[in-house]
């Protein structure tokens, strides 16, 4: 059975910049789209990033299309989220997610990590 572990959040100010890990365990994810969302208090979670089994698809939200980077590395399976030039509006908390396709829904995806916070102060 898949399990995802993200890792990497914390505190900064904005302008700033973290880097979130996501380490699946149990099984391979070599085949699997994968994604991360997030969750502001009081919002619905939010589609951020996903990419591909391949890494040749990946497609990013609107509000952080050119500041975050999503990757991945197969053999280590883990997946990657760089967030540069962090917002206070980018405070929320982040999960990481494992389907089929590389989608933008949560519909597309069956497993899910327990989230890792992540707070920008202005």
């Known amino acids: 059975q898949l399990e995802l572990v993200e890792s990497g959040g914390g505190s900064v100010q904005a302008g700033g910049s973290l880097r979130l890990q996501c380490a699946a365990a149990?099984?391979?994810?070599?085949?699997?789209?994968m994604a991360w969302f997030r969750q502001a208090p009081g919002k619905e979670r939010e589609f951020v990033a996903t990419?591909?089994?391949?890494?040749?698809?990946?497609i990013y939200g609107d509000s952080v299309r050119g500041r975050f980077t999503i990757s991945r590395d197969n053999a280590k399976n883990t997946m990657y989220l760089q967030m540069n030039s962090l917002k206070p509006e980018d405070t929320a908390v982040y999960y990481c997610?494992?389907?089929?396709?590389?989608?933008?829904?949560?519909?597309?995806?069956?497993?899910w990590g327990q989230g890792t916070q992540v707070t920008v102060s202005s």
């Open positions: 997610a494992a389907g089929f396709l590389p989608v933008t829904s949560r519909e597309g995806y069956n497993v």
């Open positions: 149990g099984r391979t994810i070599r085949t699997s789209g």
């Open positions: 990419i591909g089994w391949s890494s040749i698809v990946t």
